[in-house]
């Protein structure tokens, strides 16, 4: 029959249909090499999740049973108290051989002379009291009969093995008893060496000692081969003294889980198979298509950013799923990212006119503080320097000294609640009461009390400031302070180291209205040495989120001590900013240093 030309209505010669059958079995095939490693990565995991998830199911099973088995047979097999145990397995470490041997006619007859009377005292304190002979009956009676427990216990239960070993230093290891079904046991004196960390359970058992099984998998312990074993620990004084274990073979729960395992795995990896087989027919009728469409539209619009034509070209995608929200979605994206791109040319001058303000704002804020060194070039009775590095472009702690008259210095250190310009704002209004009312003539007290309430007065957003201010007599070297929730300052005297001056701290300013502050007074040797700082020095912190802290503050201090205030700050910077590293800077570091001369 010959074909028609489709022209006429007719079917497509073999030529036209075959290589669209072609291209159709190509992208199937690359579907299937996309899916299949996601075929055996979830088969994969699907076997180890159930292997481990049985495993550990009948290992919780397994601890279970064991832990009521070993407190029973610990129970059972030793009914000493713990004292009457110690006293035992302590006659035991010294001559395990003794032990071993039958009693002698002379030994019982000493054991036979002294008995006990139930009412005259303890039985452990008959026990201590025993001489020689009737003590190694004893000791020997008392091994038979434990010997016997853990061999009953063994054979009755079927346990693979079973042992008493001694936990104690220097006998960690030494077997008390041992019976083994299978093989030759140890006997008293013999050893295990064992290394703790190998042996995770009998860790925990010196570790934390409780009245509980612990459990652990072995290699070569207490022979050649894999164990799983259960241990309970007898405890004295509160310290693991010795310890009851019970040994099974690791093949043989391997060989109770192989028919389990193997029977779910199969049934899993089947369902995978059919899953898999219909997400893959599903993904290639659902998604090529209008994802290739999407693509093409998408780059489309790349070429050209013409929002209209994304949004025409969209609508033909009829897809009723994520396909055709995704379609839509790219329409309104196309028409907002024609919206932004014109934003952001606004947006862009107007970042820039910020930045100078804040750049502006910063050496505004940098000028408002004494920073000309040396500060009182006339004035040779000391020497000062202060430094602030503000965590934003601006502050919040600011620094200050001031002449009040020819002999008082004011000095001043405060750190405002908060960052950024909120705080610099803060910062600027309370320095300036400060000042004020302290060249007034006020004591610090006084300047604090009235500073306080100016700012409570409309502080609606309740930011507060904590401030150290002192008065120097230069003449004397007296000092007139008061501490307003600040940290310590630190102080060195003639020849001597810094140390931390835990002052009387007094409550925030504007934190309260009306509230009472009380200054006290100390005095600054000549060649002493004062260091204020604020929070943002000890509280730096490192990328551990470790602390400077006051300690490390003092020992940099104190690697120079006579040093010169402007040194001494720059060492502390240099401390500061090794310790931290690449960690970004939370807190303002603001520091000052004064030294009479």
């Excluded at 470490?93 to 005292?121: G, N």
């Excluded at 908060?418 to 209004?429: D, H, Q, R």
């Amino acid at each position: 029959m010959k074909h028609r030309v489709s022209g006429e209505g007719s079917s497509l010669p073999p030529g036209n249909v075959q290589p669209r059958k072609k291209k159709n079995r190509k992208l199937l095939f690359q579907i299937s090499i996309i899916i299949l490693p996601v075929f055996i990565a979830m088969t994969t995991a699907i076997t180890i999740a159930m292997y481990s998830s049985t495993v550990n199911g009948f290992l919780e099973a397994q601890n279970s049973h064991l832990d009521y088995i070993l407190k029973e047979t610990t129970e059972r097999s030793t009914y000493y108290s713990g004292a009457e145990l110690d006293w035992y397995l302590t006659l035991w470490e010294q001559d395990p051989q003794f032990y071993l041997q039958s009693s002698t006619t002379a030994e019982l007859q000493s054991f036979a002379a002294r008995e006990y009377d139930y009412e005259s005292c303890e039985y452990i304190d008959w026990l201590r009291g025993l001489p020689e002979l009737a003590s190694n009956y004893m000791g020997k009676v008392s091994y038979r009969t434990l010997l016997e427990g853990i061999r009953y216990e063994t054979e009755d239960k079927n346990y693979q093995q079973m042992f008493l070993i001694d936990l104690r230093e220097p006998y960690l290891g030494m077997v008390i008893c041992e019976f083994n079904l299978h093989g030759e046991a140890k006997t008293l004196g013999d050893k295990y060496e064992i290394d703790l960390q190998d042996h995770p359970a009998i860790r925990q058992m010196l570790e934390d000692p409780q009245p509980t099984a612990v459990f652990e998998r072995v290699k070569n312990f207490p022979s050649e081969g894999n164990y799983y074993i259960g241990y309970r620990p007898y405890i004295v004084d509160g310290e693991a003294r010795a310890a009851m274990g019970i040994v099974y073979s690791w093949s043989v729960f391997q060989d109770t889980m192989s028919d389990t395992v193997k029977k779910a795995a199969a049934v899993s990896i089947g369902g995978i198979i059919a899953a898999l087989i219909i997400l893959q027919v599903t993904i290639f009728r659902k998604s090529v298509s209008p994802l290739s469409r999407i693509q093409k539209i998408v780059r489309r619009y790349t070429e050209n950013k013409d929002s209209a034509e994304v949004e025409a070209a969209v609508a033909g995608i009829k897809a009723r799923n994520e396909f055709g929200l995704l379609s839509d979605d790219i329409a309104d994206l196309a028409r907002e990212i024609d919206y932004y791109t014109k934003e952001n040319a606004a947006l862009a001058g107007e970042r820039e006119r910020v930045a100078a303000e804040l750049d502006m704002a910063r050496d505004i804020q940098s000028e408002q503080l004494p920073c000309e060194f040396p500060a009182f070039p006339d004035r040779t009775e000391f020497d000062i320097y202060a430094s602030m590095t503000p965590a934003k472009e601006v502050g919040g702690d600011f620094y200050d000294y001031f002449f009040i008259d020819s002999d008082h210095l004011a000095i001043v250190i405060a750190d405002v609640s908060g960052k950024g310009i909120p705080a610099a704002l803060f910062m600027m209004m309370s320095r300036m009461l400060i000042s004020n009312y302290t060249a007034m003539g006020m004591p610090p007290h006084e300047v604090l009390e009235r500073a306080n309430d100016s700012i409570c007065k409309n502080n609606t957003r309740q930011m507060f400031v904590t401030i150290w201010l002192g008065i120097l007599e230069i003449s004397t070297g007296k000092v007139t302070a008061c501490n307003a929730g600040h940290e310590y300052p630190i102080i060195r005297k003639p020849g001597g180291s810094f140390e931390l001056f835990k002052d009387k701290h007094n409550f925030v300013v504007g934190g309260i209205m009306g509230k009472k502050y009380k200054q006290y007074e100390f005095t600054l040797e000549k060649g002493g040495t004062l260091f204020l700082y604020t929070d943002g020095v000890p509280e730096a912190t490192d990328a551990q989120e470790n602390m400077f802290g006051t300690g490390r503050l003092v020992e940099a201090l104190n690697r120079d001590p006579d040093g010169a205030p402007e040194k001494l700050l720059k060492e502390i910077h240099n401390a500061v900013n090794s310790f931290v590293g690449d960690a970004p800077q939370f807190d303002d570091l603001t520091m000052l240093g004064i030294k009479l001369l």
